[in-house]
């Protein structure tokens, strides 16, 4: 097995939390799944197990594999799959036109996640959600989205134009709590660096977060969770407990 780059038609997770997601959500994809020899240790791995059983997936005991594959030293499983391309389903939709950073992308797919966001486009070029380190940024959410890459802006908009659009950039913009979506939406963030240039103020109307003038400005994952945490808030109002049986 050899390390993940770009463009690759296999990728793998790290770690027994993304393997156990993996093999819930996409069983299909899944080619095989590796594990360190100590990983009888792991209270996950029972659960492995089962699911290899129920989907015939074969499990191999490999730390040199592991070992090779991973970065860090307390990985205990590795679920090896094959890429694979989604379509956009009905909904609202979360937009990032040109993501570069691994990490935050691992972010924004776990919060989408969280609030019940599961649409995500990408405008090229960007970061490649296959890569293992965005698999385990979003432990394991990436496998419960849509995730569809687009070219450029234009083709998406020209396809989604019946949703309403909220860029998110300062330049036109309304204050976020003076904004209300009842309709399909699709919500629209910049590069982590350069934000949305002003040909986004063509599309929808813009919204700014307000914040305290101690700080120039939100990092990207940040100001995303406090989007949807905005643009969600009418299915989350009625909700006395956040879980049951805790």
């Known amino acids: 097995m050899k390390i993940y780059k770009k463009g ?6 790290l770690g027994v939390f993304p393997t156990i997601e993996l093999l819930k959500t996409r069983p299909q994809d ?4 590796v594990v360190h020899s100590s990983i009888e240790k792991n209270k996950g791995y ?28 307390n990985c205990f499983a590795i679920g090896i799959f094959k890429t694979y391309q989604c379509d956009l ?21 776990r919060t989408m996640l969280g609030f019940h966001y599961t649409n995500l486009v990408i405008i090229k070029p960007a970061v490649d959600v296959f890569d293992p380190k965005v698999v385990r940024a979003s432990m394991g959410a990436i496998f419960h989205l849509n995730v569809c890459y687009y070219d450029d802006f234009e083709t998406y908009y020209q396809q989604y134009k019946h949703h309403e659009f909220y860029p998110l950039m300062l330049k036109g913009a309304k204050n976020i709590h003076q904004v209300e979506s009842l309709s399909l939406h699709s919500l629209v ?10 040909s986004y103020l063509n599309y929808g109307q813009s919204v700014f977060i307000p914040h305290s003038d101690q700080i120039d400005s939100l990092n990207l994952s940040m100001a995303l969770g406090l989007t949807l945490f905005h643009f ?8 006395e407990v956040l879980r049951e049986n805790v």
């Open 8 to 13: 690759d038609e296999t990728s793998y997770t």
């Open 232 to 239: 969600s808030a009418n299915q989350f109002k009625e909700k």
């Open 89 to 109: 389903t009905e909904g609202n939709h979360v937009v990032l036109v040109h993501p570069m950073d691994m990490g935050n992308m691992g972010t924004i797919m």
């Open 189 to 198: 963030f910049g590069n982590e660096s350069s934000g949305l240039d002003d």
């Open 30 to 33: 899944v080619v095989r799944v």
């Open 46 to 73: 029972p659960l492995i197990q089962e699911l290899c059983q129920k989907h015939r997936i074969h499990i191999d005991i490999h730390d040199k594999t592991i070992d090779k594959l991973s970065p860090k030293s």
